[in-house]
Nanobody
Framework: QVQLVESGGGLVQPGGSLRLSCAAS????????MSWYRQAPGKERELVAA????????KYADSVKGRFTIFRDNAKNTVYLQMNSLKPEDTAVYHC???????????????WGQGTQVTVSS
């Protein structure tokens, strides 16, 4: 079955960095655009970043442009999110999911997983 296992979150001080990883299995990873979403307490889930199948195109939420970088390794079936200059407002649970670039929506191959918690605090 489809599995998306996020990791790499943690507690970091403002200005710090983290790299999130998402290991995918159960589907042809290289055939799908991929994305990272996040959900902060009391807020709706939002798209953070997305990347096309071979990484030729990327897009970012305005709030993370210039600080976050999405990239992927199709040989490892893994998508990453490098997060630099972290701010308290980046605190959220981060999830990865396949992404429909044309409709700009998530492709629901499975339910949302546990995600990985990122907490930015001094």
């Amino acid at each position: 079955q489809v599995q998306l296992v996020e990791s790499g979150g943690g507690l970091v001080q403002p200005g710090g960095s983290l790299r999130l990883s998402c290991a995918a299995s159960g589907f042809t990873f290289s055939s799908y655009a991929m994305s990272w979403y996040r959900q902060a307490p009391g807020k709706e889930r939002e798209l953070v970043a997305a990347i096309t199948t071979i990484g030729g195109r990327k897009k970012y939420a305005d709030s993370v442009k210039g600080r976050f970088t999405i990239f992927r390794d199709n040989a490892k079936n893994t998508v990453y999110l490098q997060m630099n200059s972290l701010k308290p407002e980046d605190t959220a649970v981060y999830h990865c999911t396949p992404y429909n670039w044309a409709t700009m929506t998530r492709i629901s191959l499975s339910s949302w997983g546990q995600g990985t918690q990122v907490t930015v605090s001094s």
